[in-house]
């Protein structure tokens, strides 16, 4: 077996630049002198086991990632006042929030109404603010299919796992962050390539990461999936970056999933079942958590391979290093193709002939920490899943006369 020995099994090292000016190591002037020098490096990787965010330029563009409801309105009408009238950003939202009647008919935000610009995936933003829940950031990191900003999201959803700040401490939150007083949470993405019939797979692990200044925007599937507008620039290819999970299922058809899986280019079993779920540290806590996975901290370099209700006792979930590749394809003697969706988003028919190739993007999603990655980690943990949560046992009380 032929393994690429430039492929770091272990852990592969992220890139360090997170959109046009954030990073996490250290920015130097033209006289080489550290632009941050009041806080030594040294200190970055140590606290915590965080990622302290630094800016190589002042932060200039915001994109704010809204949900689509009544609720998020008026957070999105302070936030974005607040960032043009007192921090003077630009500020950037998707055209269906211009389409609101409750944000362009409100007279209050009239004059900030008019200074707001269109987002599109040629814009080098800076900065992603998401008012939402964690579906919301899951859609926020399907806009980056390279590398992302730095991403502050606020809880306004349902379960809000991920989305651990609170919007009643916006300006102070935004206040740290664009001062470069914030850490970073990296949680890493998923580089899906689908290869159809009579198409090799693409040998090149992340090749469409080799080419930031091509127009390749894969993200559009998501809404237009029958689209061509995710094939790699030099492949025809199909290429997905996702922040929870791929999932293989078996959709509306009655029989089972036949699909076998591979890794690092050897064959370690056929799924027989409803399905598998390949999914990131992070999505440990989603879909693959319901399917019986293990709860993986999201800074843990790894891969989680779930299967779906297997038609095995003996099928276990397995746990590989973040820099395998892994590898499916309908079986032969399969009876039917499988579905499968990328962060529970663009669905798509996978038959006999297609090929699915993963492996950990060196893109990942860089979050902006409440307080550390452990404790806010931890925090979600206990609040939204209550792990653990139970009845104290009550101690024995003696009756026995002293």
């Known amino acids: 077996m032929l393994i690429d020995e430039s492929c770091n099994v272990t852990c592969p090292a992220p890139k360090n630049l997170f959109g046009p000016k954030a990073t996490t190591m250290p920015c130097y002037n033209e006289d080489g002198q550290e632009l941050d020098a009041a806080h030594p490096t040294e200190e970055y990787d140590v606290n915590h086991g965080d990622k302290k965010l630094k800016w190589c330029g002042d932060p200039e563009n915001v994109l704010i990632v809204k949900k689509i409801d009544a609720e998020t309105v008026q957070p999105f009408i302070k936030c974005a006042s607040w960032l043009v009238q007192e921090k003077n950003l630009n500020v950037f939202a998707e055209m269906p929030v211009f389409d609101e009647d409750s944000i362009k008919n409100d007279k209050s935000f009239a004059s900030v109404f008019k200074k707001l610009q269109v987002y599109t995936h040629t814009t080098p933003i800076d900065l992603i603010i998401c008012l939402g829940g964690d579906g919301t950031l899951l859609y926020a990191a399907s806009l980056f299919q390279h590398s992302m900003p730095p991403v502050v999201p606020f809880h306004m959803g349902s379960l809000g796992f991920m989305t651990s700040h609170q919007f009643e401490t916006m300006e102070d939150t935004l206040t740290n962050v664009l001062t470069g007083q914030a850490s970073l949470m990296l949680r890493s993405r998923l580089r899906c390539i689908v290869s159809t019939a009579n198409r090799p797979a693409s040998t090149n692990n992340d090749n469409a990461e080799s080419y930031p200044d091509k127009e390749f925007h894969p993200t559009s599937c998501m ?65 693959a958590v319901a399917a019986g996975a293990s709860v993986v901290h999201p800074q843990v370099p790894s891969i989680m391979v779930t299967p779906i209700c297997p038609h095995s006792l003996s099928f276990r979930p397995l746990i590989v290093p973040a820099g395998a590749q892994l590898k499916l394809a309908v079986s032969e003697n399969a009876r039917a193709g499988v579905n499968i969706s990328f962060d529970g988003r663009d669905t798509m028919q996978f038959n006999k002939g297609d090929t699915l190739t993963i492996r950990t993007s060196t893109h990942p999603t860089p979050c902006v920490c409440r307080s550390n990655p452990f404790d806010d980690w931890f925090d979600s943990l206990s609040e939204c899943l209550l792990w653990n949560t139970r009845l104290s046992q009550k101690k024995i009380q003696s009756n026995l006369s002293k």
Not at 234 to 246: A, G, I, P, Q, W
């Open 223 to 287: 809404v237009t999936p029958s689209t061509d507008c995710c094939k790699n620039p030099e492949e025809s290819d199909k290429t997905f970056l996702v922040l929870n999970e791929v999932s293989i299922h078996r959709g509306t058809s009655s029989c089972l999933c036949n699909v076998d899986l591979f890794l690092m280019e050897r064959q370690i079993t056929s799924v027989q079942g409803d399905g598998l779920v390949i999914s990131t540290p992070t999505g440990s806590t989603g879909y």
